[in-house]
């Protein structure tokens, strides 16, 4: 093992140690995944079947990209948060989004720079209510999920939105309470509107001073949003 790999493990909470052992055996597991239909498509020779193990192929990179985007941090290194959901709601499109005709709007004005910690409890919770949005969004009216991050007032805002029918019934399930503890986790808490035109889920938790970054090189919304389609 290397010194910069030995020394990446011990930086990791003992509590997160078996969590990152877990995603590294399933990241192998992609891969060896992604390696066999390979070679599935490389010796066929039709076609249709080719075309199809190909789409596996793109899918499975999809999933991987999405496992590895969420995995625990190693350290307390900055993490752009914008950047990171960015990245996120892609592979979720390319894993299965938009074969089911759900499009994945993004709105993001500014970098958002945060703990490593603080940014990942924050991904995992916007990866689930993506994830529970999608099962919601309306696909006769074009399905769309839509995903928003700010800085206001002290706090980060992020929201998730589907264009589904009104819930007149809220049942928290498993993802619910997980999401719930997730939040609590950074001190935030999470918002649940449910209207005629879909569903909105907002999770708002305290910013950090210098929190901010101004940053020439970031994306604005509307290319982020091309990149997605």
Known sequence: ???????????????????????????????????????????????????????????????????????????????????????????????GLEKRGIRVHLALTESIVLDASRCWHASLIVAELISNASRHASLARGGCVCVSIEAALG????????????????????????VNTLAEEIDGCIERRFGNCGTTITLSFPSEAASIAARSDFRSPASVSRELR
């Open 155 to 178: 706090r980060i805002v992020c929201r998730v939105s589907d264009n589904g029918s009104a819930c007149t019934t809220f049942r928290p399930g498993v993802g619910s309470l997980v």
């Open 1 to 95: 093992m290397s010194k910069s790999s030995q020394t990446a493990i011990d930086q990791i909470d003992e509590s997160l140690l078996y969590i990152t052992e877990l995603l590294h055996r399933v990241s192998n597991e992609y891969t060896g995944a992604i390696s066999f239909a390979s070679r599935l498509a490389g010796k066929s020779e039709n076609v249709e079947t080719k075309n199809s193990l190909h789409e596996i192929i793109n899918y499975l990179h999809a999933l991987a990209a999405a496992h590895h985007i969420l995995r625990p941090p190693l350290g307390n290194e900055l993490v752009d948060l914008s950047e990171n959901i960015t990245r996120l709601c892609r592979a979720m499109a390319l894993a």
